[in-house]
């Protein structure tokens, strides 16, 4: 099966806006085996919407539009489906009770122009969206669905994921295409291939190896297209435990989990507890792990500590030490690790300490050099890395790779 991605707004033809709509739809299209063949972005107006439906591939079933279905008249993607399609507008007493209750939850009344939502072509099917006001609408045509979606990021992944794939699934042929990602952390896209070669030459046509790589992580999603979905799954199955087996601890993680929700779910488990003591990565390290729901069961605090002063007075970081070594300095990540851990009282302390960039390095220490170190129930060590000269980019290298020092002492307590 074939899908095809429409996201509609000037936003982001003009980078006002990034596109995670289309990302995640296709996302959740590919793990049910649904083959996207192409993602446009249009303008809002009439003439780009319908152009992108008339230019629709011949094999596309299925096909996603996100965007332009807001309460405002700059917002035309619902009149344009409605001539397009054909019909008349209708009133959706169940979508407007909906709004109703949304809005009486926040001590409101909603307006005439809320009322209008309720409104969808009497051509399409409403999907009702419990996480705001514009329904969806399935439209079909020609043994074609078309899916119209709100541009507004959690109402679409809402709309998609608990909607509109579980209809597909419950009404149409089940894909043949298996994904499975393995996510990896400490070396790069080149070192991987090199690693993974003489298995990836010998991979059957049925089965593709990709290198998604990103700032700090590679992932290596492998695809299966045999006969039916069980054959291809079971190919799948088999190469990730040879790249699971071949890599060791280099993977952290499958499909969607993140770093810092692995390390979160083994200190859990473990009950043990973390703070952290950032300079370089300017409490990104911290953003990281509170972003993961439940965070408090295991994450105490953290210190930026961006100036020597700071790293002194907060964390016992030995002024003479800075003198002689500098603040970018094994021993420096080591007392600011041992620093946070004595202060929290935690079972670990993460430290990081470096030279971010663009300015401020030496032939010594050149721009991107960065110091890490854990301390913890069985001692304290550090180690330098060197991320390069972008900024933002050692920032996050930076703080994954601390995350993934982490990882591997947490599984060193056998408790």
Known sequence: MQAEIIAI????????????????IASQLNAEGIQVWQKKVVADTEEAIRRALDEVHPNTRYIFMTGGLGPTKDDITKKTLLDYFGGEMVFEEGVYEHIKKLFAG??????????????????????????????????????RY????????????HLVGDKIIPWILNTQIEGKLYHKTLITQGRGESDLAEMLKEWEDALPQELKLAYLPSPGLVRLRLTGSAKTKAESQKLVEDGIAFMRDKLGDLV???????????VGKSLVQKGLSLATAESCTGGYIGHLITSIAGSSEYYLGGMVTYSNQLKIDLLGVKAEDIESEGAV???VALQMAEGIRARAKSD??????????????SEEKPVGTVWIAVAGPQGSKAKCYHFG????????????????RLRKEVQKIDY
Do not use: W
Not at 108 to 130: D, F, G, M, W
Not at 146 to 157: A, I, L
Not at 252 to 262: H, P, Q, T, Y
Not at 348 to 361: C, R, Y
């Open 146 to 157: 078309f899916f119209s979606t709100p541009g507004v990021p959690y109402e679409t992944e």
């Open 106 to 143: 926040f001590k409101r009344e909603p307006k005439e122009v809320h009322r209008l939502q309720a409104y969808v072509p009497s051509s399409c099917t409403a999907i009702l969206n419990e996480s705001g006001t514009a329904p969806g609408m399935r439209f079909e045509k020609d043994g």
């Open 389 to 404: 000269n972008h900024r933002q980019r050692n920032i996050r290298r930076s703080a994954l790779m601390a995350l993934d």
């Open 252 to 262: 952290f993680g499958e499909d969607a989990s993140s770093l810092e929700e692995i």
């Open 329 to 331: 300095s094994e021993r």
């Open 348 to 361: 670990f302390g993460l430290a990081t300490t470096g030279i971010a960039g663009p300015g401020g390095g």
């Open 9 to 24: 707004g000037d936003e982001i033809l003009i980078g006002q806006t990034i596109d995670t709509n289309s990302a995640f």
